[in-house]
């Protein structure tokens, strides 16, 4: 009867254990599943098409956890659902809309956002954007864009929001099983410790580590689509049966790369070795970038040789000549403004990775070019690198030019526009008012942001963003803004703006160019009285499309008719000027 007893407790120490066990690993079998949620979007005025990113957040509107982008085209009056999915939030407190690539021209109306079935955000008070003018009609958000960028909040905290919870039945049992199998042996051998041989001992202890390490990979298989970590997309698993019916005659062969990339703790591994990395190496280096951990300067990888091979100088030098020639017989200035890029600045920062003669010959290959050519080139190399030891001409995180270094490159520009048009002048930085920030201002919509081009190149790597972005730079705003006016153009594959501003001379320019025109715009459009800039990449043409300039804005360059027409190119934007250029349609 005594015997028996201690077997009964045996198996509830044993029990008790499992439960706990349960506990303590119940992130091993369960996992937040998919939450979606729902926006209707009506384009009241003209076809269109619409970016909607729903960015939801459990900490503030804009420390975003989760982010998912859609696109579609609008039709007028005819809504269109945008449908968004997240997975891994356990508790949804914010939420805010980002809409791109919207006409301001346009009214647009979407109904309150709806997560799962019957989550609705439908307090229409609580939607709030200084981006747009906002009113309520008929139960609808109807909002008029002022620019193409457009930031719409949900400006209440959501209450009580939270993702299903899933759970994994086949882990479940597997956890319980050995949990009471092992808690069982365990009690056992507790009990039975003090008439158990020295060598039962150690076979005990090391079959329970093999058998926990042996599970452990196991317990929590990764079903992500992308590694948050890596940045890329993991393996998939292929079953035996596919979705179409077929059978899959490779079943299995996967499976390894298929495991590598999914068992449980594999991304703390993966980021103990990147640690690991970084702390051993003093340059850190991806597919795209390099990245100086002790000076902090990072540059995207290009071999200088391909970016402007010897072969094309001449064919690039007849393409300028030949725009030159085509604004000449309609009475237009041409300037070609080639803005270098921040490696060709600051290569020396790393040199031992960079080859100095490839950069001497690529930088003589541009000149070369402007002396072929028979057209107004601007190249202000020379500029940029000798004024870099006063200022950061660049930004070290990031390839774009400050506002420093635009107004560079602006003040060499206008030094060859001035000889043909003396009537204008540069305008002096008296008329700026000047801020400093760590925060990285570039592309087009010029917004404050935390690095992130670094943080999306270095991703696997860990670390205090703060302490990288090291540097307080220089940024330029105009303090005229009463007489200063911006129109954005967006309509099918233009992408710009039109700038007016009454106290300038009474010059009409055209501008076209890539991202680094983004920054020239803080000071560009003061000069001249109107000024309509075209955004060449902005992603609407094809790479192989969008820099047939003829082809596409021929008739809006003659129907604009402006007196000047300035081209602002990168270094790395010439590979891609060729006889395309001068397509016609």
């Not at 747009?132 to 139960?139: E, F, K, R, W």
């Not at 993702?163 to 050995?178: A, E, H, K, R």
């Not at 004024?387 to 490159?409: E, M, S």
């Not at 060449?536 to 008719?561: A, F, P």
């Amino acid at each position: 009867m005594k015997e028996k007893l201690v077997i009964k407790k045996r198996y509830v120490v044993s029990l008790i254990i499992t439960i706990f066990v349960l506990f303590v690993t119940r992130s091993f079998y369960t996992s937040e599943g998919i939450i979606q949620a729902k926006v209707n979007l009506t384009n009241l005025t003209q076809e269109s098409f619409a970016n909607i990113t729903l960015a939801v957040s459990n900490v503030s509107h804009y420390k975003e956890v989760k982010r998912y982008s859609e696109r579609h085209k609008l039709e007028i009056n005819k809504p269109c659902i945008y449908n968004f999915k997240y997975n891994d939030i356990k508790n949804i407190k914010f939420a805010r809309l980002v809409f791109a690539n919207l006409d301001t021209n346009n009214i647009y109306e979407f109904s309150p956002i709806v997560f799962g079935k019957n989550y609705k955000l439908k307090d229409l008070k609580a939607y709030t954007s200084t981006d747009a003018n906002i009113s309520i009609v008929d139960g609808k958000v109807r909002f008029t864009p002022k620019k193409p960028v457009c930031i719409i909040l949900y400006d209440k905290e959501l209450q009580g929001l939270h993702s299903p919870i899933n759970v994994d039945f086949y882990t479940l049992i597997i956890i319980l099983v050995l949990s009471f199998l092992i808690s069982l042996k365990i009690a056992n051998y507790i009990a039975d410790f003090k008439d158990i041989k020295n060598q039962s001992r150690i076979e005990i202890f090391f079959l329970l580590a093999f058998f926990v390490f042996l599970f452990l990979p196991m317990s929590h298989i990764d079903d992500s689509d992308k590694s948050k970590t890596e940045n890329r997309f993991l393996a998939k698993f292929k079953p035996l049966i596919t979705k179409e019916g077929t059978i899959n005659y490779t079943f299995g062969k996967d499976y390894e790369a298929y495991f590598n990339d999914r068992f449980y703790l594999r991304d703390c591994l993966f980021n103990t070795y990147m640690n690991y990395i970084y702390i051993c190496k003093s340059v850190i280096e991806t597919p795209k970038v390099l990245f100086d951990k002790h000076s902090n300067y990072m540059f995207v990888k290009r071999n200088p040789d391909l970016k402007l091979r010897k072969s094309q100088v001449n064919t690039l030098a007849q393409v300028f000549t030949n725009f030159n020639k085509f604004c000449l017989e309609n009475n237009i200035k041409l300037y070609i403004l080639i803005v270098p890029d921040s490696t060709d600045i600051y290569y020396s920062k790393l040199e031992s990775y960079f080859n100095k003669k490839s950069y001497s010959n690529y930088i003589d290959r541009v000149k070369e070019v402007r002396k072929k050519a028979q057209a107004n080139i601007i190249f202000p190399y020379e500029e940029l690198r000798d004024t870099t030891v006063n200022g950061y001409t660049y930004f070290k995180a990031d390839p774009h030019w400050t506002d420093f270094g635009a107004y560079i490159g602006y003040k060499a520009l206008m030094r060859q526009i001035i000889k043909d048009f003396p009537e204008t002048h540069i305008v002096p930085l008296d008329d700026y008012k000047l801020t400093f920030s760590n925060k990285i201002r570039s592309e087009i919509a010029r917004l404050y942001r935390d690095g992130w081009f670094l943080e999306s190149q270095l991703k696997p790597y860990t670390w205090n963003i703060n302490n990288i972005l090291d540097v307080e730079y220089k940024y330029y705003d105009h303090k005229d803004n009463q007489n200063f006016t911006v129109q954005y153009i967006n309509s099918s594959y233009r992408v710009g703006r039109n700038y007016s501003y009454n106290e300038a001379p009474d010059i009409k320019v055209l501008s076209m160019g890539t991202s680094m025109h983004e920054n020239l715009n803080g000071f560009l459009p003061y000069s001249f009285k109107n000024l309509k800039y075209y955004r060449l990449n902005s992603g609407k043409l094809s790479n192989l499309e969008q820099y047939k300039v003829i082809k596409y804005y021929k008739k809006d360059i003659l129907d604009y008719n402006p007196q000047i027409l300035i081209l602002c190119l990168t270094m790395d934007n010439l590979d891609n000027i060729n006889n395309s250029f001068m397509e016609e349609k």
